[in-house]
């Protein structure tokens, strides 16, 4: 049974700084595109960031609004990937989930309906 558990949510200022780590059970991803999406209140839920698995390791996507404040990043050998958030926006208020896109894909972005398996999501709100 997969599971991705995400963890590192919470309450920030705006400006500050939060780590979201998500770690994937039940099989190996080392292939697999994973990917980071949010969904704020009463909008659709939207991608964030991406990085591909082997062989395109290492391959990196990001929406244009968190573009050089996110960094993505995965360990293959611990199953993991991680989203490293800084500089902070109000805007960035949103439940963050961890997904699963495809098997050896080349491209590291991923729509909602190519995502194999979801998180269960973190809240992280940025307060102004």
């Known amino acids: 049974q997969v599971q991705l558990v995400e963890s590192g949510g919470g309450l920030v200022q705006a400006g500050g700084s939060l780590r979201l780590s998500c770690a994937a059970s039940?099989?190996?991803?080392?292939?697999?595109?994973m990917a980071w999406f949010r969904q704020a209140p009463g909008k659709e839920r939207e991608f964030v960031a991406g990085i591909a698995g082997l062989p395109w390791n290492g391959r990196t996507f990001y929406q244009d609004s968190v573009k050089d404040r996110f960094t993505i990043s995965r360990d293959n050998g611990k199953n993991t990937v991680s989203l490293q958030m800084y500089s902070l926006k109000s805007a960035d208020t949103a439940v963050y989930y961890c997904?699963?896109?495809?098997?050896?894909?080349?491209?590291?972005?991923?729509?909602?309906?190519?995502?194999?398996?979801w998180g269960q999501g973190t809240q992280v709100t940025v307060s102004s």
């Open positions: 997904a699963v896109g495809g098997d050896s894909a080349s491209s590291p972005k991923v729509s909602p309906n190519e995502v194999a398996y």
């Open positions: 039940g099989r190996t991803f080392s292939r697999y595109v």
